[in-house]
């Protein structure tokens, strides 16, 4: 069976300071993947997406970026945090192709101080 | 651009009692929608995915119908209990992009 993980689950940084996320996938291979962030009392709002090893798709303007170094894995990073990246951030993956369901990790609660 | 919007914000019932949350969105051209529960500080986890070509779902106590050229979907909770106590969010994979756009969410209290 497919499984995701995603860590660490609780992370505080400094301002300014370099992040790097995690998510690995198990159990399917070339796998559409998606980092979403959620605000407190806000929805989600989806980040990045790849649908392929080193295909990255960018959202919205901020200050971080994403990688897909292997099909399975998928990282999330910034050079220097802000106060405004502190979140609950989300990784998932869906099958290739149009009819299927998304699943997701159990996420990074991110405090940047 | 699709928007996905959820009402009610939120909903405080009894024990027991058939509630139904709703979701629309703005573009019916749609590959799927998916309901999701989020329990606080958790991940999300799957509940039902409707494909377009679909009417409704069904899991346990739980079902979902989707009207695609009316850009609406309800989820349907039967005899509620304590632990549905949760946000739930629905999602649509809109055709011809390979995103999941989010409602903002129901969250629910049921009431022992």
């Known amino acids: 069976s497919q499984t995701i993980h995603q860590w660490p689950a609780t992370l505080v940084q400094p301002v300014g300071s370099p992040l790097s996320l995690e998510c690995t996938v198990e159990?399917?291979?070339?796998?559409?993947l998606y980092w979403y962030r959620q605000a407190a009392g806000r929805g989600l709002q989806l980040l990045f997406y790849?649908?392929?090893?080193?295909?990255i798709s960018s959202e919205v303007p901020q200050n971080l970026s994403a990688s897909r170094p292997q099909d399975r894995q998928f990282i999330l990073s910034s050079k220097k945090l802000l106060l405004s990246d502190s979140g609950f951030y989300l990784c998932?993956?869906?099958?290739?192709?149009?009819?299927?369901?998304?699943?997701f990790g159990q996420g990074t609660r991110l405090t940047v101080v | 651009k699709q928007e996905v919007t959820q009402i009610p914000a939120a909903l405080s019932v009894p024990e027991g009692e058939n509630l139904v949350l709703n979701c629309s969105f703005t573009?019916?051209?749609?590959?799927?929608l998916q309901w999701f529960r989020q329990d606080p500080g958790k991940g999300l986890t799957s509940l039902l995915l409707?494909?377009?070509?679909?009417r409704e779902q069904t899991s346990g106590r739980l079902n979902a119908s989707l009207d695609k050229s009316s850009g609406r979907s309800t989820l349907y909770i039967a005899a509620s209990q304590p632990g549905d106590s949760a946000t739930y969010l629905c999602?649509?994979?809109?055709?011809?992009?390979?995103?999941?756009?989010f409602g903002t969410g129901t969250r629910l209290k049921v009431l022992a």
């Open positions: 159990g399917t291979s070339n796998p559409n």
């Open positions: 409707i494909q377009s070509s679909q």
């Open positions: 998932a993956w869906s099958g290739g192709g149009w009819i299927t369901e998304a699943f």
């Open positions: 573009d019916s051209a749609i590959y799927n």
């Open positions: 999602a649509v994979f809109t055709s011809g992009t390979y995103k999941y756009i």
């Open positions: 790849s649908v392929g090893i080193g295909q």
